[in-house]
């Protein structure tokens, strides 16, 4: 099976340029010692960690005004990685997961594209034992609501890496499973506001989501 073809990007946000390797486009795949298919991934869904979605161009450009000095940032389901390849640019204190097992080496990839250091990179899933990520101030995701068994599963995982005091920013682009996973949220304490993005021009389609947001 050949390689999956790439292409290369860059982003702007405002005087900062990232650079981005990705996947040529979502019908990509390789998988040959069957390892995604392992862990539970179809040839449909592979692809889907290479992609730079408009969830994720919402959630970089959210966190591009604000500032994060002296606190602990994860990024859950970083597929690309956009928001934390922005904030490692920064010099943020930044670590990241996703369950996909390439998405490691295409991160380490871009990370050397912007001649950052590499970011902390663990492949976990949310029903995964505990492990020894510890707590974070801020926790940051983007379309992570793909099913509704998701809704118990990353509300448990969120909760299990939060600081006592924390917030979460996640974008949703309207999947329909929000509404549920925000009532759970409040059930365990936090509290949610939610809005649509203001200026959203950077998006290949006009972004119809809603910025969640939780705090404690």
């Not at 203001?198 to 969640?212: A, M, R, W």
Request: hydrophobic letters at 40%; glycine letters at 8%.
């Amino acid at each position: 099976m050949s390689s999956p073809r790439v292409k290369y990007q860059t982003i702007e946000f405002d005087n900062t340029d990232i650079h981005v390797r990705s996947l040529r486009d979502n019908q990509e795949f390789s998988d040959d010692d069957g390892i995604a298919e392992a862990l539970g991934i179809s040839s449909a869904s592979w692809p889907l960690f290479g992609v730079l979605w408009d969830s994720g161009l919402v959630l970089a450009h959210q966190i591009n005004t604000r500032e994060f000095v002296g606190k602990r940032i994860l990024e859950v389901g970083c597929g690309l990685a956009l928001a934390s390849l922005l904030l490692n640019h920064r010099k943020a204190d930044i670590t990241v997961t996703d369950y996909h097992p390439e998405v490691g080496a295409f991160l380490d990839v871009n990370t050397e594209l912007n001649g950052d250091p590499n970011i902390p990179f663990y492949r976990v899933g949310w029903a995964d034992a505990a492990n020894d990520m510890g707590k974070f101030d801020i926790i940051i995701g983007s379309d992570l609501l793909y099913e509704a068994e998701h809704i118990e599963l990353l509300a448990a995982f969120l909760n299990q890496h939060a600081s006592e005091q924390c917030e979460i920013i996640l974008i949703d682009p309207g999947r329909g499973n929000h509404a549920k996973f925000s009532k759970r949220m409040t059930h365990l304490g936090w509290v949610h506001t939610q809005a649509r993005p203001i200026e959203c021009d950077y998006t290949v389609k006009p972004f119809k989501g809603q910025v969640l947001n939780y705090q404690r």
